[in-house]
């Protein structure tokens, strides 16, 4: 019997040990940041089985539709803002939250507030639902800059003061994962169980990759560099085998595979859209910081992503993450175009 693999399966590593043994390391540390990541943690098991049911609804009615008892089915994406503002605001650690689904930041009322701002993007991917491909939640965590008072300022932070940031994927199975700024760890959801267990210690994106992502119907618009990367994936002069192109179309997948298996996702600005699409504060600095804790880069065509500093809250940036070598050449690419 192999003893060790055994006291794997009996010794299981949930997301709260796991988050307990990295706060025992800080003795000063209240426990405040584990209250705030159970509350997380809650809401995306919720967003989970309501996207596991999302199928089974067109039987009692479609979302956003009317069911048989005559009741108004709630949009996912609009559920799942609820959840996340609700399970929040009750941990009594937030004092800002902004989400993709709301227009305003929402500031936390004085006998509930905490020190910690959370942006998010509930149910990123949306459009992908009725189609059963991979969609999620994004989530960063930032800290009150000083004192009690909380203001605006404080979530229009550069990405890396982020304390910690992480996603949750809905796919073939609910995937966790997760950095608070030493390393990232990937778990996965064990239904019998309901906890997320640790699958994926210490992730590292491999160096370089044979994978590009991006959406290619929107060439036509690209700048210069953009070009001249994707085409250099397709066509390299210097031998190596050309990548090979995914693109699911919901950044949380997209960037799950390119963690794992290596290579590069953009969204580049184009001439129709001259910032990109992403938006920087929940999706464009979480997924940078959790790829720079892979050991790997972000970019932004202009800067590295997490030095940028936003001026609004749902402000967008042009975004090219992925593994360490693969990025440099788009810097490269850029650096020639600006001395041009
Ligand atoms: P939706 O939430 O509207 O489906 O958008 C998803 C998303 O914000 C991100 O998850 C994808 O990477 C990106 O948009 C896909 O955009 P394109 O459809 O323009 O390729």
Redesign the pocket.
């Known amino acids: 019997m192999d003893h060790a693999a055994e006291a794997m399966k009996t010794d299981l590593m949930t997301i709260t040990r796991f988050v307990l043994n990295e706060q025992s390391k800080h003795p000063e540390s209240r426990g405040d940041f584990s209250i705030l990541l159970s509350h997380i943690v809650l809401g995306c098991k919720f967003v989970c089985a309501a996207v596991n049911k999302a199928g089974l609804a067109k039987l009692i009615g479609l979302a956003g539709e009317t069911n048989v008892q005559g009741e108004e089915q709630k949009k996912l994406d609009v559920l799942s803002n609820e959840v996340f503002v609700k399970a929040l605001v009750s941990s009594g650690r937030t004092c800002i939250l902004v989400s993709e689904e709301d227009e305003e930041a929402i500031f936390v009322e004085p006998s509930k507030r905490g020190k910690y701002c959370v942006v998010f993007d509930p149910?990123?991917?949306?459009?992908?639902i009725d189609c059963g491909v991979s969609i999620g939640t994004i989530f960063g965590v930032y800290m009150l800059k000083d004192g009690d008072e909380s203001r605006l300022e404080d979530v229009l932070q550069p990405g890396k003061n982020m304390l910690a940031a992480g996603y949750c994927m809905y796919g073939s199975s609910c995937t966790f994962v997760l950095s608070t700024g030493s390393g990232l760890n990937g778990f996965t959801l064990d239904p019998s169980l309901g906890e997320f267990i640790l699958t994926h210690p210490d992730i590292k994106i491999p160096k370089k990759g044979k994978i590009y992502s991006v959406?290619e119907?929107?060439a036509k618009n690209w700048d210069g560099p953009t070009a001249k990367f994707v085409e250099k994936c397709k066509f390299p002069k210097d031998g190596s085998p050309a990548k090979s192109l995914r693109?699911i179309?919901?950044?949380?997948a997209?960037v799950h595979r390119t963690l794992l298996y290596g290579g590069v996702f953009l969204?580049p600005a184009d001439k129709k859209s001259p910032s990109g699409?992403?938006r920087v504060l929940y999706?464009v600095f979480p997924m940078s910081f959790l790829m720079e804790q892979a050991g790997g880069q972000s970019f932004t065509g202009k800067e590295r992503a997490l030095d940028l500093v936003p001026k609004k809250i749902h402000e967008r940036s042009p975004i090219f993450l992925g593994s360490y070598d693969d990025v440099e050449e788009i810097k490269a690419l850029y650096a020639a175009e600006e001395k041009a």
């Open positions: 149910l990123d991917g949306s459009s992908n959406n119907g929107n693109y179309g919901s950044m949380v997209d969204y699409k992403l999706e």
